[in-house]
């Protein structure tokens, strides 16, 4: 949920500003507060500056140097003040320590600290790390002290730490991620690659129990637990530098939404060998769970509604409520775990419990390098490339669209589903333009001052729905609330009410009559109907038109949704890169 970065030997020797420009593009990790601690020049001591607020327009007047931290912050323990911000420092002020993850035993940590006789300025759990390791230095090794703090620390968490005196980085991995990059002289560590991707795409992703140390003379991989040197497993990734850069978009939103033209139809060319290799198990009878977190939740149970057009049953869970019944797994199930991150701690606990009971784990993951796609068995990665924004668009569509060919693959129609997504391409790039977005805004306009929203939709277009309405309210802060068409008549119609705006998505498939008896039926109660759909209808008072495609019309629909969300957000001030409390990864329960 925070952002970790640090460099050794920065080319520059401005490697405060290294740490700034990497941090901006980690941001989407959590933006309450930044903060970089520099070991200057000659001199032992480390400097720090922190700040409450996002770091976007951020400067930082530290000094010159070549080994320094930094750290953005989602607040857990203690509010967002500067106080509580990262780094934070040890008594003699020789330590400082970034953290991601939470402390879940700090209390009695603190207690013995305090004990002990050590000041702390901040309320968060991270403080006590700093001043554990200063404990133990008093009688161990750096890296004994470092390695030994960590393990008494319960939790999923990562941490990255600076000495000044030894000129030393020491960053240690459990359940919350972290990566090294390696450039010819320089060093990174960072909780994402795109902190460090303009001067290395050489990179190890460290697994849970493995710790790095950076100094000036080596990077070293170690067993936190052991102590004991291990060998680096260098990867070099083909993410390109633009990937991470707004490439003349004013919000990385709006740039992922537009990309969306090539991400979906790359879908149909990659990952082939493991989408038939995991329909081959489905074929050979195992049953398929999907589970997922938010919008990849939504995309399990799109997905459910592909399979179930092709005769395949298939259950979807939200992680967080897998549990109970995880019991009826084993090994006749192929667990399929969709995750952006490969980092949410849900899904990772539903996976694993899965995993436990004798499962296959399939993991569908945009990030790369990921705790999921190590758990997996099969790993289907969906290629939608670097997604910064935090509310999630292309990589909803590309593992959608990945599923969409797995359902084919199992009844041998992948070709054919492969071709589908291939003109879905071409229909987006005549349609995903700037005509439709100067409609959109016109849209907003008149939605602007609204604050509750309604949407239905059936069969396919049921999950699209509460994909819509998520984009709605993360992006722009409006209530938004997604029906299956065939509820209202149960309960919901009493919410509408004179000029209520209403979106109704849908397609032209079988179920279209219904959804328009439905649309008839809110605007009877004076909702305004706003259709998302590819055909013109008396019911509609507005009309988004989307490209028919088929079954795949659900993705049109749904970036309507996404444009409407970050339009919506853009005209209410809201940062559409960084709604207000949420994170990019959510690693914690
Ligand atoms: O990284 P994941 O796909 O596992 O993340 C799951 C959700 O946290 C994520 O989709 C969240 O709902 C986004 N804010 C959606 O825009």
């Known amino acids: ?28 990790r959590g933006y309450d507060s930044w903060g970089i601690a520099i070991k200057p020049g000659s001199s032992d001591s ?31 323990h203690g509010g967002v003040t500067d106080a509580n911000a990262h780094p934070h420092l040890d008594c003699t002020k020789k330590i400082a320590v970034l953290h991601n993850g939470i402390v879940e035993n700090y209390q009695e940590l603190k207690v013995k600290l305090l004990e002990q006789g050590h000041t702390f300025i901040s309320e968060t759990d991270t403080e006590i790390i700093a001043h554990l390791i200063e404990e133990k230095l008093k009688n161990q090794s750096l890296k ?48 994402d690659v795109p902190a460090f991707l303009k001067f290395t795409n050489n990179v190890h992703f460290l697994i849970d129990g493995e710790s790095v140390i950076l100094t000036k003379k080596s990077i070293l991989l170690y067993n936190t637990d052991s102590g004991s040197e291990k060998k680096f497993s260098w990867s070099v990734l083909d993410w390109k530098v633009e990937d991470a850069e707004k ?14 033209k090539k991400t979906i139809p790359k879908t149909a060319q990659i990952n082939l060998v493991e989408i038939e290799k995991t329909a081959a198990l489905i074929r050979a009878g195992k049953k398929i769970v999907l589970a997922a977190c938010g919008t990849a939740s939504y995309c399990a149970l799109a997905a459910k509604y592909f399979f179930a057009q092709g005769g395949i049953h298939a259950e979807s869970y939200g992680a967080y409520e897998f549990l109970p019944f995880a019991q009826f797994c084993n090994s006749d199930t192929v667990f399929i775990a ?31 390098g990921s705790t999921l796609e190590r758990l997996a068995d099969i790993t289907i990665p969906v290629g939608a490339g670097p997604e910064i924004a935090v509310v999630s668009t292309k990589a909803f569509t590309s593992q959608l669209a990945t599923l969409y060919l797995l359902s084919h693959a199992v009844d041998g129609t992948i070709a054919k589903a492969q071709q589908n997504l291939t003109d879905l391409g071409n229909a987006l790039e005549k349609w995903l333009d700037v005509k439709l977005q100067k409609q959109v805004v016109e849209l907003a306009k008149t939605l602007m001052d609204h604050e509750d929203m309604y949407l239905v939709g059936k069969h396919l277009n049921y999950p699209a729905t509460m994909e819509f309405a ?56 004076g909702g305004h109907i706003v259709g998302i759909a590819p055909y013109e209808s008396l019911e509609f008072d507005s009309l988004i038109k989307t490209p028919d495609a088929g079954d795949l019309t659900i993705f049109p629909n749904v970036i309507v949704g996404q ?23 959510v690693t914690v329960k």
């Not at 996976?351 to 784990?361: E, I, P, R, S, V």
């Not at 802060?477 to 509408?496: C, N, Q, R």
Request: aromatic residues 6%; charged residues 20%.
């Open 1 to 28: 949920m925070c952002g970790i970065f640090g460099v050794i030997n920065d080319q520059t020797n401005e490697a405060a500003q290294t740490i700034l420009t990497g941090l901006k593009k980690l941001e989407y």
């Open 46 to 76: 480390l400097l720090v500056e922190k700040h409450v607020g996002k770091i976007g327009l951020a400067q930082t007047s530290l000094p010159q140097g070549t080994i320094a931290i930094g750290h953005t912050r989602w607040a857990t």
């Open 144 to 191: 004994k002290a470092v390695f030994g703090t960590f393990k008494e620390l319960v939790g999923s968490n990562a941490i990255a730490v600076l000495h000044g005196k030894s000129e030393t980085i020491i960053a240690c991995r459990n359940g919350s991620p972290l990566v090294v990059g390696m450039g010819v002289a320089d060093a990174y560590v960072a909780s």
């Open 247 to 260: 490439g003349g978009y004013p919000h990385f939103l709006l740039k992922e939404i537009m990309e969306q």
């Open 338 to 368: 969709i995750s952006q991150s490969g980092e949410t701690a849900d899904t990772l606990i539903a996976a694993k419990a899965a995993k436990k009971n004798g499962a296959t784990l399939v993991a569908l993951v945009n990030a790369r």
């Open 470 to 525: 998520l984009k709605i309210k993360e992006a722009s802060y409006i209530h938004a609330e997604p029906f299956a068409a065939g509820e209202l008549k149960h309960g919901v119609i009493t919410l509408i009410q004179k000029g209520t705006p209403c979106f109704v998505l849908s397609s032209n498939d079988r179920v279209k009559h219904e959804v328009l008896s439905s649309a008839a039926e809110l605007k009877a109660r």
């Open 563 to 585: 444009l409407l969300g970050y339009y919506l957000g853009v005209g209410r001030g809201a940062d559409p890169d960084k709604p207000r409390n949420l994170a990019k990864s």
